[in-house]
């Protein structure tokens, strides 16, 4: 699985839209990058994930360069309670071998909104 | 819709004690099934896999086991705890064909 980077730590306001970058320059082109975030205490929550086109749903967005060198994860309108750690994962959906499944969860950005 | 249980919520036990955690997914059938652990402050740890019943494979060598006695039911053991087995481990399940994992709320253990 290729790696990322994220940036450790990010602040927003409430209200406002929470921009979230992820590098991931030597994804290869059957590999999909996948989002998911950690609140306090609990077990990660899937947000999204896409191959190269745009996704949205009823959480967040997800922008992927058409390099597809990197991506943004946007919040539109951040809560209190979207404060949490959030994972950029790059990996290539399928069955078989011994990484079948297996996420590979890197340190993540801090998301802190704040009021 | 699928829920995923896993139990106890905390749990503080002594080293050299043995250990079992469960996990129970409910509205699904085949589910692929796995446990992680997160240390503090760390990321997380694939511990081990199960595609079927009775089919578990192990990604690190450990001083865990797991098994699946039915289809929707992953159990993770340990006949004796090490300090090092202080974590929080989760639960997770897909299901063969998608590729999100959605994990259950967790097990905090300290070992002491």
């Known amino acids: 699985d290729a790696k990322t980077t994220q940036p450790p730590s990010m602040d927003c306001a409430e209200g406002r839209a929470a921009n979230l970058p992820c590098n991931h320059s030597t994804i290869s082109g059957n590999e999909y990058v996948y989002w998911y975030r950690q609140i306090h205490s609990q077990g990660p929550q899937y947000i999204i994930h896409g191959l190269k086109n745009n996704e949205t749903n009823e959480m967040a967005s997800l922008i992927i360069t058409e390099d597809r060198k990197s991506s943004t994860l946007i919040l539109p309108h951040a809560t209190l309670r979207d404060t949490a750690v959030y994972y950029c994962i790059v990996r290539v959906p399928g069955s078989g071998g011994t990484s079948y499944g297996k996420l590979t969860f890197g340190q993540g950005t801090i998301l802190t909104v704040h009021p | 819709s699928q829920t995923i249980h896993q139990w106890p919520a905390t749990l503080v036990q002594p080293v050299g004690s043995p250990l079992s955690l469960e996990c129970t997914v409910e509205?699904?059938?085949?589910?692929?099934l796995y446990w992680y652990r997160q240390a503090a402050g760390r990321g997380l740890q694939l511990l081990f896999y199960?595609?079927?019943?009775?089919?578990i494979s192990s990604e690190v060598p450990q001083n865990l086991s797991a098994s699946r006695p039915q289809d929707r039911q992953f159990i993770l053991s340990s006949k004796k705890l090490l300090l090092s087995d202080s974590g929080f481990y989760l639960c997770?399940?897909?299901?063969?064909?998608?590729?999100?994992?959605?994990f259950g709320p967790g097990t905090r253990l300290l070992v002491l």
């Open positions: 509205g699904t059938s085949n589910p692929n």
């Open positions: 199960s595609v079927g019943i009775g089919q």
């Open positions: 997770a399940w897909t299901v063969g064909g998608q590729e999100t994992q959605y």
